[in-house]
Nanobody
Framework: QVQLVESGGGLVQAGGSLRLSCAVS????????MGWFRQAPGKERDFVAA????????YYTDSVKGRFTISRDNAKNTAYLQMNSLKPEDTAVYYC????????????????????WGQGTQVTVSS
């Protein structure tokens, strides 16, 4: 059974940085593509970033481009989300997710395509 565990969330002032980690166990990490999503109170869960098996192809939602960086360390079975220049509107629960790669390059942003999810980690950005 595949398990994902996020860590690294917290409270930070606007302009600050956080690094989220997502440790994956129970599966072969290199067979999964990884995504990060976020959900603010009263809103739907939205796509943030995604990365393919090799780490060479990444995708971002427009609002985080230039500020967030997704990466993965296949030797450590871990995916990361480096978040810089944080804004109050980045406040949300952040979830990492894993999926098989079929169709990834066309539907990487679709929540329903990800089969495995972590429990989420809270990120709060104060103004």
């Amino acid at each position: 059974q595949v398990q994902l565990v996020e860590s690294g969330g917290g409270l930070v002032q606007a302009g600050g940085s956080l690094r989220l980690s997502c440790a994956v166990s129970g599966g072969t990490f290199t067979t999964y593509v990884m995504g990060w999503f976020r959900q603010a109170p009263g809103k739907e869960r939205d796509f943030v970033a995604a990365i393919d098996w090799s780490g060479r192809t990444t995708y971002y939602t427009d609002s985080v481009k230039g500020r967030f960086t997704i990466s993965r360390d296949n030797a450590k079975n871990t995916a990361y989300l480096q978040m810089n220049s944080l804004k109050p509107e980045d406040t949300a629960v952040y979830y990492c997710a894993a999926r098989r790669g079929a169709g990834f390059y066309s539907d990487y942003y679709r929540t329903e395509k990800y089969a495995h999810w972590g429990q989420g980690t809270q990120v709060t950005v104060s103004s």
